[in-house]
């Protein structure tokens, strides 16, 4: 199948989904039952993605390590707190 008779198909099947939505009980169910919890999920996304922008941004603003501090925050980062020496 070419490409544009791939994107015939799915603005066919679109339109007469549309045209023909009421007579489909099962399409309408499914896309009430499915859409409140994607929309949830996809808000939940974006703010863990914000949350970690926040955080990343206060960082380098806001929240100054020392050195002294740098071998604690190492241990829960997988980047190891100085660079290897080169010899």
């Not at 974006?46 to 941004?57: D, E, M, P, V, Y």
Request: net charge positive; charged share 20%.
């Amino acid at each position: 199948m070419s490409r544009t008779q791939r994107i015939v198909a799915i603005v066919v099947a679109a339109y007469l989904l549309l045209a023909f939505l009421d007579e489909f009980v099962l399409v309408r169910l499914l896309a009430t039952r499915l859409a409140v919890p994607l929309l949830l999920a996809v808000f939940e996304a974006l703010a863990a993605i914000g949350a970690g922008f926040i955080a990343r941004g206060l960082r380098g603003r806001v929240w100054r390590f020392d050195a002294s501090r740098s071998s604690a925050r190492s241990a829960f980062s997988s980047a190891p707190s100085t660079s290897p020496r080169r010899r």
